[in-house]
C-alpha cells in the first residue's frame, strides 16, 4: 500500500494533468464555452415598435447560432437624443465591448466615430453608403457591416394608386435631419414625378412638430405617404388622428406604423432583419467573417400589411387580390 506522502504526491500530479487539459481547451470555440462570455453593446435609437422588433430579433439570431448563455449584453436606448448616443458610444469603448449591435442609422453613426476597431453590426439602417458608414454596400472596407431596410418605395406608391386609384397629390412628412428619411422621400417624389403626381412636403426636428405638420398639408392632399422614419414611428397615432379626420389613408413605409393606425404597406419584417442582423454578428463573433468584407444584406421578401379596420373607417375598398395577399377574410 502507498504510504500518506506518495499518495498526495501522486494525487498533486493527477490534479495537475487535469488542470493543464483544461487550460489547453479554453482555446477553443468561445460559442461552445457556456463560461466564456462575450460582451456586447446594443445601442437603439429610440423606443418604437419596430426598432423594439429589430432589437428582439438580433438577440435571438445570435442565439439560433449558439451564441445565448455565453454573452452579456448591455441594452442601451438613446430616446432619440444625441448626446445620449455619443455617450452611449463611448460607454462602450470604454467597456471594451466585443461588438457593437447599433440599430438605426444615427446610432450607427455615433459608434462609427469613436471606434474603428470594434466590429460594428447595424440594422434599421436605409443606406450606409449615403450615411458614411462603408465604402460599398459589396465591400464594406471599415469595421461597419449589417443589414438594410430599404424598402420597395415604388411598388408602395403603386400600393397606394391601387387602393386610391384618383391620388393626384401625395402628401409626406418626415424628419428633415434623419439621411434615412430624406433618401426615400426622394425616390418617391422622383417616382411620384414620373406618374404626375404632385407631392406636397412637411418635414419635423421632433414628435412635437408632427401635428402641426400634418395639418398644414392635409387638406391638400389625396394622401400622405410616411417614410421608415423614427421620430414619426415613434409616435404615428398622433399624425393618424389628423388624417383620420380629414378621411385621408395613410401609406406606411412599415408594418407597426399601420398596426398603429395607418392604411397599407408592403415592407420590412423587422424581427425577421434583425435576426439576420444576430446570424451576421454570431459569425464574426465565432471568427468566420470580419466586417470589412462582409457585405450588407437585406430581407429576400418583403411583406403586405393592410388595416382592415382603418379601410373601413376612410371608406375604402380593398381589391380582393389585396385581400388575399394580406391573409384579410
Not at 435609437?45 to 438580433?58: C, M
Not at 398622433?238 to 393606425?261: Q, S
Request: charged share 20%.
Amino acid at each position: 500500500m502507498m504510504n500518506w506522502k506518495k499518495w498526495k504526491k501522486a494525487l498533486a500530479a493527477a490534479t495537475l494533468v487535469v488542470s493543464m487539459g483544461l487550460v489547453a481547451g479554453c482555446g477553443g470555440d468561445k460559442a461552445q464555452d457556456s463560461k466564456a462570455a462575450y460582451n456586447i453593446g446594443v445601442v437603439q435609437l429610440v423606443e418604437h415598435a419596430a426598432l423594439d422588433a429589430a432589437n428582439k430579433g438580433f438577440v435571438d439570431g445570435l442565439a439560433s447560432k449558439g451564441f445565448k448563455d455565453n454573452v452579456k449584453f448591455d441594452q442601451q436606448n438613446a430616446q432619440a437624443d444625441q448626446s445620449n448616443l455619443a455617450n452611449i458610444s463611448q460607454r462602450f469603448v470604454n467597456n471594451k465591448v466585443d461588438l457593437i449591435c447599433a440599430i438605426a442609422t444615427p446610432a450607427a453613426q455615433s459608434v462609427a466615430n469613436v471606434t474603428k476597431d470594434i466590429p460594428i453590426v447595424a440594422t434599421a439602417v436605409t443606406d450606409y453608403e449615403e450615411a458614411k458608414l462603408i465604402e460599398s454596400n459589396a465591400k464594406p472596407n471599415t469595421n461597419v457591416t449589417g443589414t438594410t431596410d430599404m424598402n420597395p418605395i415604388k411598388e408602395q406608391i403603386d400600393l397606394m394608386l391601387k387602393l386610391v386609384p384618383n391620388t393626384k397629390t401625395i402628401g409626406t412628412v418626415y424628419c428633415s435631419s434623419e439621411v434615412n428619411s430624406q433618401k426615400q422621400i426622394d425616390i418617391m417624389k422622383a417616382y411620384a414625378q414620373s406618374k404626375g403626381i404632385k407631392v406636397v412636403e412637411a418635414t419635423v426636428s421632433t414628435v412635437n412638430d408632427i401635428q402641426q405638420a400634418a395639418q398644414s398639408i392635409v387638406g391638400d392632399v389625396d394622401a400622405i405617404y410616411i417614410p421608415t422614419d423614427n421620430i414619426l414611428a415613434s409616435a404615428i397615432p398622433t399624425l393618424i388622428a389628423i388624417t383620420d379626420a380629414a378621411k385621408v389613408p395613410v401609406i406606411c413605409g412599415e408594418a407597426n406604423m399601420v398596426k398603429a393606425g395607418g392604411l397599407a404597406t408592403l415592407g420590412v419584417d423587422y424581427y425577421k432583419l434583425g435576426f439576420q442582423t444576430g446570424e451576421m454578428a454570431a459569425d464574426i463573433l465565432a471568427g468566420k467573417s470580419k466586417p470589412a468584407t462582409m457585405a450588407i444584406q437585406s430581407l429576400e421578401e418583403m411583406t403586405l400589411t393592410i388595416n382592415a379596420d382603418s379601410a373601413k373607417k376612410l371608406g375604402i375598398e380593398i381589391p380582393a387580390d389585396l385581400k388575399a395577399q394580406a391573409g384579410i377574410k
